[in-house]
């Protein structure tokens, strides 16, 4: 989905309304772009660029310095688990460990299913209420593994239903 | 006593006509029937220092800005990025109106012509909210254009960041706004300073907390706010509290209360089972459990003369169990990870004092190794062109100058015996590019 869909119009309007200066509105608009491709792409990169009237290799350096912007394809769920000092004294590196073997993947990986990518982050704010992670930028807090191990089967579950719905 | 964590009590706060039954936007109300200068006076008077870490008189920060410039911005700081840090977080979900109000405030005392307010990637939520708050605030004339009639224009727009700890550094946090890398400048000029704001006009950049504190001290006046606290530190500060601790939270509390009391009677900590705290989360010099670091007031000077920092006061416990050298790594992870690679002491020094700890930590190092890392991080500490390197410093020097014998626990040669067991460092480190 090009950054050019009628349906982006309006809110990346309202960006570049709020800044004196286009180039203000390239944090956003590479949300913008991560929402409609699924990850950063190019081309995504590139229609930045030019709303933005930005040279694309600028938009490319700044995706790649900020973490939340993803350069790569992912599975459908991105765990972010948070591995920093309070939530490691409340047992967050096991919780991790744990959760990758579960899943069969390495840090920065993706399940077989193509489901779930897992990744270690920094402290996100939530430090009373570890072990705990953002899947796809939302949060679940006070985890533990039985809790992960049945949010994942659901989410597994769900997705089976949904495709043999759809006759898949 | 709370000023600031006012949504425990009051539910539904952060609508608007809730927030409004219970006083608020009166004080902007009264803030606009004053001068600017008359502002900030009150808040100067007030002595309310920066929550977001250096601890600057806020009112003496406003007054730097020149009056004759016609664009000016206030700059909210919602980075909220230090670890154990999770106050600004509550105070914008159960109190936003407030936050808003203190931001307009402060643009009402400077005149300033916008408010950005930055907040953290993950806060995207938040973002949301605000947006609400601030359309609602808008449509009852407290915001956006000729505000409660006064002639006045001040729009209010949220901006969020995307995952970097360095864009809550005050100039970083201004590039990072322009759509620049974000990473930090070099001062003078600074923020307030012609040139070296937002769009280099002159800029007042606030912590979350810090603005939430002025409408009621526009309501209550100077003289009350003064009365709680001490004297260097007036007002309550929220208390962020994690690591080894049964009742983990955030609790507001008057400055100067002392630590034993928040740990041990709220948090419920034993105080016989404290080896370590950090009390400004991992950028600020660890002290170790004792009697004498309990009995502290949880005030700017007082943790000063302890040869630590409040800073964001973002207390993380640990108890007898935790090696202080797996802390060190840990710290040491962080500030590796978030270095922005613009000088050189601070992406090297982080790189090789990551490298080293890990070595220590598999068992492998010499004696040698820790007064390796201890002269590398001094060397670092005021080289660079942030705080970050300084704080990156810390965690080495003074976990090795506290609990030497943790380090040395890894780096004696001990033949017949097996050496002790290290957390497993993690895996997978990702570095930011260098600009
Ligand atoms: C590396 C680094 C990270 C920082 N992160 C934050 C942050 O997340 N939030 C914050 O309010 N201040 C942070 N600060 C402090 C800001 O630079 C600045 O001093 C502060 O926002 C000023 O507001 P105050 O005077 O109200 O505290 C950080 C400073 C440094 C050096
Ligand atoms: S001290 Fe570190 S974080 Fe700060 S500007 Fe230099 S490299 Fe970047
Ligand atoms: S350390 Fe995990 S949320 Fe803060």
């Known amino acids: 989905m090009s950054l050019h869909d009628p349906r982006y119009k309006a809110r990346i309007a309202s960006h570049l309304a709020k800044y004196p200066d286009k180039r203000s509105a390239v944090m956003p608009l590479l949300y913008i772009a991560q929402e409609a491709y699924g990850w950063v792409s ?38 972010h688990v948070c591995t920093d000092l309070p939530c490691a004294l409340n047992g967050a590196e096991t919780f991790y460990r744990e959760l990758q073997d579960y899943l069969g993947v390495e840090e920065g990986g993706t399940s077989e299913d193509g489901l779930f990518t897992v990744e270690h982050v920094m402290c996100l704010a939530a430090c009373d209420k570890a072990p705990m992670l953002q899947c796809n930028f939302r949060y679940m807090e006070s985890l533990d593994m039985e809790k992960m191990k049945a949010w994942i089967e659901e989410r597994r579950a769900e997705l089976e239903a949904a495709g043999q719905g759809q006759g898949a | 006593m709370r000023l600031l964590l006012r949504g425990r009590d009051i539910p539904d706060l ?22 600017p200068a008359e502002v900030i006076d009150e808040v100067k008077a007030s002595g309310l220092r920066g929550r977001g870490g250096a601890g600057f008189p806020a009112g003496v920060k406003w007054s730097f800005i020149p009056q004759n410039e016609p664009i000016k911005y206030v700059a909210v700081n919602a980075d909220e990025s230090e670890t154990g840090t999770f106050k600004d977080r509550e105070i914008m979900e159960d109190n936003p109106h407030q936050m808003i109000e203190g ?11 916008a408010v950005y307010i930055y907040l953290r990637g993950e806060f995207w939520d938040i973002g949301d909210l605000l947006e609400d708050c601030i359309a609602e605030a808008e449509a009852a004339g407290f915001a956006g254009k000729n505000i409660l009639g006064s002639g006045w224009s001040c729009p209010v727009y949220t901006h969020l960041g995307a995952g970097a700890y360095i864009c809550g550094e005050e100039s970083a946090m201004l590039s990072s706004l322009e759509g620049v890398l974000g990473q930090p400048r070099v001062r003078p000029p600074f923020p307030a300073q012609k040139g070296g704001g937002l769009y280099k006009e002159a800029t007042v950049v606030n912590n979350v907390e810090t603005l939430t504190n002025v409408p009621w001290i526009l309501s209550n006046g100077a003289a009350a706010f003064r009365a709680i606290g001490t004297e260097q530190s007036a007002g309550t500060k929220v208390f962020c509290v994690s690591g080894h601790v049964p009742r983990p939270g955030n609790y507001e509390l008057p400055l100067g209360t002392p630590l034993r009391e928040l740990l041990v ?5 034993d105080p016989e089972n404290i080896k370590a705290i950090l009390p400004s989360g991992g950028s600020g010099p660890i002290v170790p459990g004792t009697d004498e670091v309990l009995d502290t007031p949880l005030s700017y000077e007082a ?16 108890d007898n169990t935790v090696d202080m050298t797996w802390v060190a790594s840990k710290v040491t992870k962080f500030f590796t990870h978030e270095s922005c690679g613009k000088c050189t002491p601070c992406r090297e020094g982080t790189y090789w004092l990551d490298k080293v700890l890990d070595r220590i930590l598999a068992g492998e190092g010499k004696p040698e190794d820790v007064q390796l890392i201890d002269n590398v991080a001094k060397n670092m500490a005021g080289t660079t062109l942030c705080a970050l390197g300084d704080f990156a410093a810390n965690p080495i020097i003074h976990t090795i100058s506290n609990f030497p014998d943790d380090f040395n626990a890894h780096v004696q040669p001990k033949p017949e015996e097996e050496k002790p067991a290290a957390s497993a460092p993690r895996r997978g480190r990702r570095r930011r590019a260098s600009a």
């Open chain 2, 103 to 113: 931001a307009l405030i402060c643009a009402w005392a400077i005149q300033a012509t």
């Open chain 2, 14 to 35: 952060h609508q608007l006509s809730v927030y409004q039954a219970n006083g608020g936007y009166e004080a902007l109300k009264r803030a606009l029937a004053m001068q």
């Open chain 1, 42 to 79: 190019p081309k995504g990169v590139q229609e930045v660029a030019e709303i933005c009237e930005m040279d694309p290799t600028q938009v490319k350096s700044i995706a790649g310095f900020y973490t939340m912007y993803s350069e790569r394809t992912k599975g459908r769920y991105w765990l």
């Open chain 2, 265 to 269: 009677d709220h948090a419920g900590c």
């Open chain 2, 303 to 318: 943790m000063q003369d302890l040869g630590t920092i409040l800073g964001s006061a973002s207390i993380i416990v640990m």
